[in-house]
Each structure stands twice: as C-alpha cells, then as structure tokens.
C-alpha cells in the first residue's frame, strides 16, 4: 500500500505560480512512477504530468513550458511547480502512484483555482 498527501493548492492570480508538493509512505519501493492528474467540474479527469524512477518526465501539451514535475531523491516527495497560470487550470490536482504490480494509488486532491 502506498499512502499519497497533497498539499500547496489555492487561489491565485492569472499569470502567477503554485507549487503543489505529495509527499508519499508506506511501500514506496514498489513505485514505479509518480504522476499528477487534473479534474476540472464537468470534465474527465486528465494527466497533467508523469515522472518515472529515471526520472525522464512527460507533460500534456497544454502544460508544457509552464509545469514541471520533479521529485526528491528518496522518490518519496514529488513536486508539481506551475508557471503562467491560467483560469482554465484550475481543477482539483491529484497525486497519483503506480507500483510495481501496475496497482494505482491517489491522494485525496487539492484545489487550485486560477482567477481575477
């Protein structure tokens, strides 16, 4: 089992930044990647950004050049830092892990909210 906590979401203005942070425990040995999803109300839950034990990384189109994951070297904290925000990111922003038996594991969400 692998435990996800999400933190860093909020308001901000268009064209700010936002760092979310998701710190993990419990088997964290059999992750084999950690990602970032996004939910906007209305919409499909999407995948913002990916990072594997390598840590090559993988981004929608619609973050790229803007967001950018990361992880510490413990692979237990995974960062997601946003830059030129805009309103049609806000969503709720979930943590997300898979391990080694392709088993998936989320956080509970965090809010961003992008607006004037």
């Known amino acids: 089992q692998v435990q996800l906590v999400e933190s860093g979401g909020g308001l901000v203005q268009p064209g700010g930044s936002l760092r979310l942070s998701c710190a993990a425990s419990?088997?964290?040995?059999?992750?084999?990647?950690m990602a970032w999803y996004r939910q906007a109300p209305g919409k499909e839950r999407e995948l913002v950004a990916r990072i594997n034990n390598s840590g090559s990384t993988n981004y929608v189109d619609s973050v790229k050049g803007r967001f950018t994951i990361s992880r510490d070297n413990t692979k237990s904290l995974v960062y997601l830092q946003m830059n030129s925000l805009r309103p049609e990111d806000t969503a709720v922003y979930y943590c997300?892990?898979?391990?080694?038996?392709?088993?998936?594991?989320w956080g509970q969400g965090t809010q961003v909210t992008v607006s004037s």
């Open positions: 419990g088997s964290i040995f059999r992750i084999t990647y």
């Open positions: 997300n892990s898979r391990d080694n038996i392709a088993l998936d594991y």
